[in-house]
């Protein structure tokens, strides 16, 4: 068996406390990382795999959902902790939560505001499925899990100040209650018989007493993969002795050495790294012969699509990129749009704050007049309209809020063009698993030149010639698309698992 433990939701506050935030509190929140795909490749193997979640997550279901991992096994500390065994779930609506009879419902898309008597009496938080988050009231917040029942409870002072959490269990009983000033956990009176002790001295203890429990029926025939980073992680190297432990590292949550040398590698058998600088990053914590670079992929992307299009569509991510260097490439894609008919463009931004669509438009009109720039609203004005104006090129602007964004725009691009410094991790890694030929400014990780995409030396002025190199003719596209599937066959079909095997045996 390998049990995986996942670095999923860091809260720098509360190291084992997870709750999501709501979506429009947490823009360009990409939660794809190794864990996933791992897990994700050991179960196509038909490896046994489980998953060991050390933190409170009552969101957890949602979150595998998003990442097609439901079907999943999981073991939770925090349902041991609270005494929860549920198979089923059930939808929490608003109407089924208690509110004042008279009280007013103000609806938006992710948070719906409760008035009583002309003022706010609570605020109903919703995630991206439709669950319900949390209900926040002045000095206390409710925190629902997404299998239908109240979690826990979060007690703050006016201001916002956090005093205590109550943990409960399915019959609404307090099981434990954490001081949030102290730090100190009490147990309730009536479920001391479940615990070693009636008081801890922090959540971890706590957490500790009953990772220490499940421990008891690992066997030295299993292994451990715990995604580096993190006092979880801490927490299990610690604590597992015997079975075999491999380390995993991600660009995306490992980027300083200093934070990973406080854990206590030296039982590691392995360390996986994303990336080749990942590898450099830790080699000081390992021998040479332990660190092995395995690229990451996503299997929501499929192969191909684009081509079956009208259109060449160019996917262009402009959050990283300078001014005069968006209006640079700017100049140069619309340019060439006139001379190569079939291409389009799709700008697509992650954070809303930064950059503002109606401007972008308005910067795309200038330079083409005669170009048609939609934003994502324009669909519904364009339904009512009779007559279909012609246009000497076409431009889709769009916020990409989520993994899945991502994923339906690479499934209709030709090129990805991401030109920022650096360029956006996750995009990167769904461009291989798509076969979606990249092009940057500076030498990449993954981005190897002319094979999966093409490096601009620094120069934009290149970017012209790197979009013709792949629009003109399907044989260098072709053999991008080629290379990401050779990528893509190392680590399916149980080639992945068979690797890891090797190397731990090897290691021996």
Same mark, same amino acid.
């Given at each position: 068996?390998?049990?995986?433990?996942?670095?999923?939701?860091?809260?720098?506050?509360?190291?084992?406390?997870?709750?999501?935030?709501?979506?429009?509190?947490?823009?360009?929140?990409?939660?794809?990382?190794?864990?996933?795909?791992?897990?994700?490749?050991?179960? #196509?193997?038909?490896?046994? %795999?489980?998953?060991?979640?050390?933190?409170?997550?009552?969101?957890?279901?949602?979150?595998?959902?998003?990442?097609?991992?439901? @079907?999943?096994? +999981?073991?939770?500390?925090?349902?041991?902790?609270?005494?929860?065994?549920?198979?089923?779930?059930?939808?929490?609506?608003?109407? /089924?939560?208690?509110?004042?009879?008279?009280?007013?419902?103000? +609806?938006?898309?992710?948070?719906?505001?409760?008035?009583?008597?002309?003022?706010?009496?609570?605020?109903?938080?919703?995630?991206?499925?439709?669950? !319900?988050?949390?209900?926040?009231?002045?000095?206390?917040?409710?925190?629902?899990?997404?299998?239908?029942?109240?979690?826990?409870?979060?007690?703050?002072?006016?201001?916002?100040?956090?005093?205590?959490? $109550?943990?409960?269990?399915?019959?609404?009983?307090?099981?434990?209650?954490?001081?949030?000033?102290?730090?100190?956990?009490?147990?309730?009176?009536?479920?001391?018989?479940?615990?070693?002790?009636? @008081?801890?001295?922090?959540?971890?203890? =706590?957490?500790?007493?009953?990772?220490?429990?499940?421990?008891?029926?690992?066997?030295?025939? /299993?292994?451990?993969?715990?995604?580096?980073?993190? #006092?979880?992680?801490?927490?299990?190297? $610690?604590? !597992?002795?015997?079975?075999?432990?491999?380390?995993? +590292?991600?660009?995306?949550?490992?980027?300083?050495?200093?934070?990973?040398?406080?854990?206590?590698?030296?039982?590691?058998?392995?360390?996986?790294?994303?990336?080749?600088?990942?590898? /450099?990053?830790?080699?000081?914590?390992?021998?040479?012969?332990?660190?092995?670079? %395995?690229?990451?992929?996503?299997?929501?992307?499929?192969?191909?699509?684009?081509?079956?299009?009208?259109?060449?569509?160019?996917?262009?991510?402009?959050?990283?990129?300078?001014?005069?260097?968006?209006?640079?490439? =700017?100049?140069?894609?619309?340019?060439?749009?006139?001379?190569?008919?079939? *291409?389009?463009?799709?700008?697509?931004?992650?954070?809303?704050?930064?950059?503002?669509?109606?401007?972008?438009?308005?910067?795309?009109?200038?330079?083409?007049?005669?170009?048609?720039?939609?934003?994502?609203?324009?669909?519904?004005?364009?339904?009512?309209?009779?007559?279909?104006?012609?246009?000497?090129?076409?431009?889709? =602007?769009?916020?990409?809020?989520?993994?899945?964004?991502?994923?339906?725009?690479?499934?209709?691009?030709?090129?990805?063009?991401?030109?920022?410094?650096?360029? /956006?991790?996750?995009?990167?890694?769904?461009?291989?698993?798509?076969? %979606?030929?990249?092009?940057? *400014?500076?030498?990449?990780? *993954?981005? $190897?030149?002319?094979?999966?995409?093409?490096?601009?030396?620094?120069?934009?002025?290149?970017?012209?010639?790197?979009?013709?190199?792949?629009?003109?003719?399907?044989?260098?596209?072709?053999?991008?698309?080629?290379?990401? %599937?050779?990528?893509?066959?190392?680590?399916?079909?149980?080639?992945?698992?068979?690797?890891?095997?090797?190397?731990? $045996?090897?290691?021996?």
């Amino acid at each position: 068996m390998y049990y995986f433990i996942p670095a999923w939701f860091k809260n720098n506050e509360r190291s084992f406390y997870n709750v999501a935030k709501p979506w429009y509190r947490d823009s360009k929140k990409i939660e794809f990382d190794d864990s996933i795909n791992q897990i994700k490749m050991f179960e #196509q193997a038909g490896t046994a %795999v489980k998953l060991l979640i050390i933190g409170y997550m009552p969101n957890l279901r949602s979150f595998l959902q998003r990442q097609e991992l439901d @079907e999943t096994a +999981y073991l939770s500390i925090f349902d041991e902790l609270q005494g929860i065994s549920l198979q089923g779930t059930r939808r929490i609506m608003v109407n /089924d939560l208690k509110f004042p009879t008279d009280a007013e419902f103000v +609806y938006t898309p992710f948070r719906i505001m409760v008035y009583h008597k002309e003022q706010l009496y609570a605020k109903v938080d919703i995630g991206t499925l439709g669950e !319900i988050l949390t209900v926040t009231r002045p000095t206390k917040q409710y925190v629902f899990d997404d299998r239908g029942f109240l979690s826990s409870i979060l007690y703050t002072t006016a201001e916002g100040t956090p005093l205590r959490q $109550e943990y409960l269990n399915l019959a609404g009983e307090v099981r434990f209650i954490e001081d949030l000033q102290s730090g100190k956990v009490q147990i309730a009176p009536a479920f001391l018989k479940n615990f070693k002790y009636s @008081e801890y001295e922090n959540i971890q203890a =706590l957490v500790t007493e009953k990772f220490n429990q499940f421990l008891q029926q690992v066997t030295n025939e /299993d292994a451990f993969v715990l995604a580096a980073g993190g #006092q979880r992680t801490k927490l299990a190297l $610690e604590q !597992i002795n015997g079975p075999k432990i491999i380390m995993s +590292y991600f660009t995306g949550r490992n980027k300083e050495l200093a934070p990973l040398q406080a854990e206590p590698v030296a039982k590691a058998y392995l360390a996986v790294a994303d990336t080749q600088a990942t590898a /450099d990053l830790i080699a000081p914590l390992y021998s040479a012969e332990k660190i092995k670079v %395995v690229t990451p992929f996503d299997t929501r992307l499929r192969l191909g699509h684009s081509q079956r299009l009208a259109k060449d569509w160019l996917l262009f991510l402009v959050d990283e990129i300078a001014a005069s260097a968006l209006d640079q490439a =700017l100049s140069q894609i619309l340019e060439l749009m006139r001379q190569q008919p079939k *291409l389009g463009l799709e700008l697509g931004v992650f954070r809303r704050d930064d950059v503002n669509l109606h401007n972008l438009r308005a910067q795309i009109l200038t330079k083409a007049p005669d170009f048609k720039v939609t934003l994502p609203d324009d669909e519904k004005e364009a339904e009512n309209q009779l007559e279909e104006k012609k246009y000497a090129g076409e431009v889709h =602007l769009f916020y990409l809020d989520t993994e899945n964004e991502i994923v339906r725009a690479l499934d209709r691009a030709r090129v990805l063009i991401d030109l920022g410094t650096p360029p /956006d991790l996750y995009a990167q890694i769904a461009a291989i698993s798509a076969g %979606v030929p990249q092009i940057v *400014l500076h030498a990449e990780q *993954l981005v $190897e030149h002319e094979k999966n995409g093409l490096v601009l030396q620094g120069n934009i002025n290149n970017l012209t010639k790197a979009i013709k190199y792949y629009t003109q003719e399907l044989k260098y596209w072709n053999e991008a698309m080629m290379y990401a %599937v050779a990528k893509i066959s190392e680590l399916t079909g149980g080639n992945l698992a068979k690797r890891w095997q090797t190397w731990l $045996e090897q290691s021996e």
